[in-house]
């Protein structure tokens, strides 16, 4: 990936997801696994996955939403994690094996076109793993393939940018220092599903029916559960897609915005649970 590859935080396709987006993520898995735990944990709770069923986990990452669906639907049930990253894929694989947890499995595959022998599925589940499809309606489509007559899918996506600072606030910070370009609606990309209308016609359009939603809002730990505002700062840079922009340029530049935005997580740490930042998610159910 080159540097101009990430000038806009919302162009990450498939195929970086595969490669350099992946590698990202792994590289930084505490960091980002820990920052979203607080909303997989409520997108767990909301589904209440129940022993024997089966359950397809689009967008699995790391694996550990995975592994809890896993279990959960114990001992007759079991998950499957599939994820268009390799490097994630086989860390997932380990973790579950160094787990003990039996029932989880993982593939690498693209929800778009996979086909599945276990298909079709009693649940489907994405904690913020569909936002970057090119084609969603075919996306979901897809899915709505695997998922058995009535079967519930439980999604937790990003709501408005204006409803998280976490994001906000870093990339005020960014604006600053370098031109960023304007983000383009509903293209794929942390808050592609921001617009629940928009949702709502993809559900729709892809089959699914008796769509549903609540909001979470909370604190969520930027870096991590206990991060410090420099391991906030080294998270953000090296991680999040606003701070990555930053590092194309010189290091003058990097080392000014890195001083402003420990200034901001400095504000916001909080002893024992770190830099606790305010967000916004939607927990979107649907049926087939």
């Known amino acids: 990936m080159t540097s101009t590859d990430v000038h806009n935080p919302q162009d ?35 589904a209440g996955y129940q022993a024997g069923e089966t359950v397809l986990d689009i967008g699995c990452g790391g694996g550990a939403t ?18 268009i990253s390799p490097d994630l894929k086989a860390a997932a694989l380990a973790r579950a094996a160094a787990a003990g947890v039996e029932n989880a499995h993982f593939l690498c595959a693209d929800a778009t076109t996979v086909r599945l ?66 983000a383009i609606p509903r293209a794929p990309g942390p808050f592609a599903f921001e617009d629940l209308d928009y949702v709502r016609d993809i559900l729709d359009a892809s089959g699914f029916k008796d769509m549903d939603v609540v909001p979470h809002e909370g604190l969520q730990p930027v870096g991590g559960a206990g991060a410090s505002p420099q391991t906030a700062v080294d998270f953000a840079l ?21 001083q402003d935005l420990h200034d901001l997580f400095a504000r916001h740490h909080v002893p024992q649970k770190g830099v606790m930042m305010r967000g916004k998610a939607w927990l979107v159910s649907a049926r087939a």
């Open 238 to 258: 090296n991680s999040i897609a606003q701070g990555r922009l930053v590092k194309t340029t010189d290091a003058s530049i990097t080392l000014k915005a890195g």
């Open 12 to 46: 990450l396709k498939t195929e970086d997801w595969a490669g350099d987006m992946g590698a990202t993520w792994l590289a930084n898995l505490s960091g980002f696994e820990g920052m979203i735990a607080p909303i997989g944990k409520a997108l767990l709770a909301r």
């Open 117 to 182: 022998q276990d298909a079709p599925f009693d649940r489907l589940c994405s904690r913020f793993g569909c936002m970057f499809f090119e084609d969603p309606a075919a996306a979901f489509s897809n899915l709505h393939g695997l998922l058995r007559k009535n079967g519930r899918i439980d999604l937790a996506v990003w709501a408005a940018p204006r409803d998280n600072p976490w994001m906000m606030d870093m990339m005020a910070i960014v604006k600053t220092y370098i031109d960023v370009p304007p």
């Open 66 to 83: 995975t592994i809890a669906i896993a279990q959960s639907v114990a001992p007759s049930g079991h998950a499957l994690g599939i994820d």
